[in-house]
C-alpha cells in the first residue's frame, strides 16, 4: 500500500468537546478500528482525549484517523473536515509515495546531522529547523535545475551551519538527487504554514 503523509495541528477545546462526545456516541463503531483489547484501548484514547488530543500516541490517532476516513467513503475533502470540527486540523499532506520517500530521506539524514531523533510530534521551533534544512537541501536541488529557490537564498544568511550542511549533502547525492521529482515546494508550504505556530506539530503517516 502507498505511503503517505499528513501535518496535523491540534485544536485540544474542539478535541475536547466534540471528539469525545463522537467517540461516545459511537462506541460500537469505532471499536472495530481499536487494537486488541478493544474496550481498554477506547477507554484510554477517550481519557487522553478529554486531557489534550496531543497525549494520543501515533497508533491511536492512526486509529481514529482510519475510522474518519472509513466514514467519510474515502472523500478525501470531507474527511479533513470532519477531522477539523473534532479537533484534527490536517494542514498539509504529501500524498505522493515517491514525494514521501525523499521527505523521509532528508528528515533521516537531518537527524543523522542534528543527532536528535524525532517521533510523530515535533517541538515547533525543532520542526522549524528542519524545515530551514530541507528548504536548503531541496534548494540546491532547484538552483541545478533552473527552478525558483528564492527562499533558501533568504534564509542562508541566518543558519549558515545548517546552509553549509545541506550543501554537503547535495553535492554527495547530486546525480541521483537531479533525476527525481523535487519536493522544495512541500518544505516551502510547511515552513509558511508553521513559522509562527508555538504549538506542537504531528505527523502522520498512512497508507492509501
Not at 79 to 98: A, C, N, R, W, Y
Amino acid at each position: 500500500m502507498a505511503e503517505e503523509l499528513y501535518f496535523i495541528k491540534t485544536n485540544p477545546v474542539t478535541a475536547k468537546i466534540n471528539l469525545y462526545n463522537k467517540l461516545c456516541q459511537e462506541e460500537q463503531d469505532v471499536l472495530n478500528y481499536l487494537d486488541d483489547d478493544k474496550k481498554t484501548s477506547l477507554e484510554l484514547i477517550k481519557k487522553k482525549v478529554l486531557e489534550n488530543v496531543e497525549n494520543l500516541s501515533k497508533e491511536e490517532l492512526l486509529n481514529l484517523f482510519n475510522w474518519f476516513n472509513a466514514k467519510c467513503n474515502g472523500d478525501h475533502e470531507e474527511l479533513k473536515t470532519q477531522l477539523f470540527v473534532h479537533g484534527i486540523d490536517i494542514f498539509h499532506e504529501i500524498l505522493s509515495p515517491s514525494n514521501v520517500q525523499s521527505f523521509q530521506q532528508i528528515l533521516s539524514d537531518y537527524e543523522k546531522y542534528s543527532q536528535r531523533i524525532t517521533n510523530h510530534i515535533f517541538d515547533p521551533e525543532k520542526f522549524n529547523q528542519f524545515l530551514i534544512y530541507g528548504i536548503f537541501f531541496t534548494g540546491f536541488i532547484n538552483k541545478e535545475k533552473g527552478e525558483e529557490y528564492i527562499l533558501a537564498d533568504f534564509l542562508k544568511s541566518d543558519y549558515k551551519n545548517l546552509y553549509s550542511h545541506a550543501e554537503e549533502e547535495f553535492n554527495s547525492k547530486k546525480t541521483e538527487l537531479l533525476s527525481q521529482e523535487n519536493i522544495y515546494n512541500h518544505f516551502t508550504d510547511l515552513y509558511d504554514c508553521t513559522k509562527f505556530y508555538k504549538n506542537s506539530i504531528i505527523k502522520l503517516q498512512a497508507n492509501s
